[in-house]
């Protein structure tokens, strides 16, 4: 059931402006960051939750999306997410922002898995304005932001192929279907007396 999941939480970059995401259902997917592992215990990530229309699209305004795909402008119009978790840092818990990098891929997992299961999809976004970001939330400078999260129902086709002649750049076909090379099992799997 996990690699089902696994293989249904892709990279999403369209989405269906229709369907909103509950402040419910997104309390339910940040609790999955709250209970992922963190580094000694310490915790220090927060998470800025936003459903609101305008808020949203403040905030899509202020990210940049699949820069692999540089001739095409994504979400395209009236397909963007619906809501977004900005992953922060509390300075005041720990100020050492390259130590709990870790922690952000497991929360940023952990959420996307979530969402998934609940017929929703995401993309990690890790390019974004930041101090504009910080403004238009309002946050305090104790709070940085780490990674922004894009949620909404999924409209895309995307179809994981396998890697040729080392190649692993995204691409999309005439018909909008996003391809994603990835490696196989047998090219990453290193055993003893295996080169």
């Not at 922002?97 to 952000?104: A, E, G, H, S, Y």
Request: aromatic share 8%; hydrophobic share 40%; glycine share 6%.
């Amino acid at each position: 059931m996990i690699k089902e999941i696994v293989l249904k939480n892709r990279s999403y970059r369209g989405f269906d402006s229709t369907v909103k995401i509950t402040d419910k259902e997104m309390l339910e997917i940040v609790d999955c960051a709250r209970l992922s592992p963190s580094s000694v215990n310490m915790q220090p990530l927060k998470y800025y939750v936003s459903n609101e229309d305008l808020e949203v699209s403040k905030i899509l305004e202020n990210t940049y999306w699949a820069k692999g795909l540089p001739n095409l402008v994504l979400p395209k119009e009236n397909q963007g997410p619906t809501a977004f978790i900005v992953i922060l840092q509390d300075l005041n818990i720990n100020n050492n922002l390259n130590r709990f990098l870790k922690d952000v891929g497991i929360v940023a997992q952990s959420m996307l898995l979530a969402a998934t299961e609940m017929g929703y999809g995401g993309c990690m976004i890790g390019s974004y304005n930041s101090d504009a970001i910080k403004d238009l939330l309002s946050l305090s400078d104790n709070y940085e932001p780490l990674l922004v999260l894009a949620l909404g129902k999924p409209i895309e086709t995307i179809k994981i192929v396998d890697v040729v002649d080392d190649k692993t750049k995204y691409y999309r076909d005439d018909n909008d279907v996003h391809y994603v090379p990835k490696r196989k099992i047998e090219d990453i799997v290193l055993k003893k007396g295996v080169k």
